[in-house]
């Protein structure tokens, strides 16, 4: 099968490239686009060429079966100079997403036309690698450098009239693609030409703005390798003649692919793709979602509902009293108006989206609703009379969906009639940002409610997981030993912050004990005390030990740290030295790195048992939840992977 055809409107050849479901630069495609150049060149009745691909999106990137091996000929840095030095000049017109090799590919034609839907960039470095093939070299010079840096070491794609604006393409169309991409053909003819991108010129910034680019760089990158490299390749791009930066560039590009770090982030990639579609429900039909309900408005119901309006779901919001229902939506309404504030929706899609919410305390509104989601207090008496109000008030058919994230979700659908649409649908706060969510079904849950479940997520960008039934399910349950196996660290002599230094070096935003004093110690103290009152052996921890002294965290002034009011920072406690005096027998010595690697290994014990147990799928699962849900750095690829595939030197490395 063809993936590339070469038709004529007139004077102007139409290369129409078609390789679903991405139009991705296979070996093959690459081929058959370097001999469309000789073949537009070779035809003296074609004066020019537009460069356009069938189906849903132009050329989305490289072909992800060939990620990992070694590149075929024609190689892509070849390509695009060929495409740049055709005789006749190529334009390129642009819809759905144009990145990476695909943007790259688009920077060797001479023009390039998007159409307003469409967006391009360069997310290499979301891969562990950078552009290879003239992605940090073009792109200087034709957007400038400090816009290429934005593009190139962040990896997030633009949108068309942003991308116009910064000079990546030179005309946006709102409809009718190929038509005015031939008429914008056509009317390049009959002026001056631009020089070809890799003859334009490039002003290059002074030291202050690489010193500066590179501290902003290397605090959002982590830890990770590539954005920094890329930036190393943006500067040569600036400094030096563009063979001598191409040449730069691919070698970096060489240098990384076989890094540790680009076989963690492509390990996440694959993890990522699966998610949404598992194989076991690929026959399964899921039932539509034109209706949404979510009960309880507090901080998890109202992102819960601010997320099914981002995806265009009518949201019904119940809540017990009129007072808390008008909390609700001024919580919804402050979430809306704080994305305003970012920039990432306008006033009207803000009031657009809360003018598809409904907040009453009448259970009867939810009698369309094809999905109601229960967000109240973690109780299991008060979720079960939700469901029971819910048994009564929804249709049959309706998938009925608990948030709990520690309670047995088999006792909150106990008695439930047709149990086999209940689930569990485990958002992490805040709802409306957090991708994951965790799926846990009941022994009784159908294959199309599951299904269902998968398809919610899908429509709300999320990344679903699905769990079995124990506590905590997969992601609480690795927290709890790793804060467990923090907190043995500490027993044993080594000091808290020296912990929560070594697992930010690691690449998390915070350590464990910073981010209990962000939660809240008094929340999984609740649980175990909870535990103790059923009759369970829950053995006292040294959090307990600080809730009973009246430290809960930030909230009230000092948890594992001080706090001084107004002020986030931690600072070492007396306090808690005083109080944990007793318990600290040890007198062990840690660098960071042991730190880190012993905390990970735990993290990856526990996963191993939660495969054991057949509570997780896959290894991969369980990164994805620790990536998604508790800020594990990408580039690591979680901590099964991680505890896998030991770098060259070492895990924290």
């Not at 055809?5 to 370097?34: C, E, F, H, M, Y």
């Not at 076989?258 to 076989?263: N, R, T």
């Not at 609480?476 to 912050?497: F, H, T």
């Not at 809730?547 to 920072?569: E, H, I, M, N």
């Amino acid at each position: 099968m063809s993936v590339l055809t070469i038709a004529r409107d007139g004077d102007i050849a139409v290369v129409t490239v078609d390789n679903p479901p991405v139009n991705a630069l296979s070996q093959a495609l690459r081929q058959a686009l370097w001999d469309a150049v000789a073949a537009v060149d070779a035809d003296p009745e074609v004066r020019a060429a537009v460069l356009t691909c069938a189906g849903r999106t132009f050329i989305a990137g490289g072909d992800v079966t060939e990620f990992g091996r070694p590149p075929q000929e024609p190689h892509l840095p070849d390509l695009v100079d060929r495409i740049e030095g055709a005789a006749k000049p190529w334009i390129a017109a642009i819809h759905g997403s144009a990145l990476g090799g695909g943007f790259e590919v688009a920077m060797g034609c001479r023009f390039r036309i998007a159409l307003d839907s469409a967006s391009v960039g360069l997310p290499e470095v979301n891969l562990g690698i950078v552009p290879g093939a003239s992605g940090t070299v073009r792109t200087p010079r034709l957007a400038g450098v400090a816009a290429a840096v934005d593009l190139v070491t962040s990896g997030r794609p633009v949108r068309a009239a942003k991308a116009l604006g910064l000079g990546l393409v030179d005309a946006v169309a709102p409809d009718d693609l190929p038509g005015n991409a031939i008429a914008f053909a056509r009317e390049a003819l009959g002026r001056d030409r631009p020089p070809p991108v890799s003859a334009r010129p490039v002003e290059a910034p002074d030291a202050a703005f690489w010193e500066e680019r590179r501290a902003a760089v290397a605090k959002a990158a982590k830890g990770a390798d590539a954005p920094l490299r890329a930036l190393d390749c943006l500067r040569k791009a600036a400094e030096a003649p563009f063979a001598e930066a191409m040449a730069h560039e691919r070698q970096t590009f060489l240098d990384l692919r076989g890094s540790d770090q680009a076989a963690a982030l492509r390990h996440v990639f694959f993890a990522e793709r699966a998610a949404p579609r598992p194989a076991h429900l690929r026959d399964v039909d899921p039932l539509p979602l034109r209706r949404a309900g979510v009960i309880g408005g507090g901080t998890m119901g109202a992102g819960i509902a601010a997320a099914l309006r981002d995806a265009g779901i009518p949201v019904t919001l119940i809540e017990r009293d009129d007072d808390a229902a008008a909390r609700g939506l001024a919580t919804l309404r402050g979430m809306f108006d704080g994305a305003v504030k970012r920039g990432t929706l306008s006033d009207a899609q803000a009031a657009d989206r809360m003018a598809g919410v409904t907040a009453t305390t009448d259970h009867a509104a939810l009698s369309d609703a094809d999905l109601v989601i229960e967000a109240v207090f973690e109780d299991i008496a008060v979720k079960r009379a939700v469901f029971e109000r819910l048994a009564a008030a929804c249709r049959a058919d309706a998938v009925l969906a608990t948030n709990t994230s520690y309670l047995d979700p088999r006792l909150i659908a106990k008695g439930v009639p047709h149990p086999d649409r209940f689930i569990g649908l485990h958002f992490f706060s805040p709802a409306n940002v957090m991708r994951l969510v965790e799926i846990v079904p009941v022994p009784e849950t159908s294959g199309r409610t599951l299904a269902t479940g998968f398809a919610l997520a899908r429509a709300l960008n999320k990344i679903p997981v699905q769990s079995g039934i124990c506590e905590g399910f997969i992601g609480n349950r690795i927290l709890k030993r790793y804060r467990a196996s923090a907190e043995a660290l500490v027993r044993q002599g080594i000091p808290l912050a020296e912990i929560d230094a070594a697992m930010r070096g690691y690449g998390l935003a915070m350590g464990p004990f910073q981010a209990q004093d962000l939660g809240g110690l008094d929340i999984a103290f609740l649980q175990r005390e909870g535990a103790r009152a059923a009759g369970q052996d829950v053995p006292e921890t040294l959090g307990d030990i600080l809730v009973r002294a009246g430290r809960k965290g930030q909230k009230t002034g000092g948890g594992w740290y001080d706090y001084a009011p107004g002020d986030r920072s931690p600072q070492p406690s007396a306090a808690v030295a005083d109080l944990l005096a007793g318990r600290i027998t040890g007198t062990l010595a840690m660098d960071r790195d042991a730190i880190a690697r012993r905390l990970v290994a735990d993290m990856a014990a526990e996963g191993q048992a939660i495969l054991d147990e057949g509570i997780a799928a896959s290894p991969a699962e369980i990164d994805l939840v620790e990536i998604h849900g508790y800020g594990f750095p990408r580039w690591r690829g979680g901590p099964m992977f991680a505890a896998r595939h030991r770098p060259t030197n070492d895990l924290a490395s």
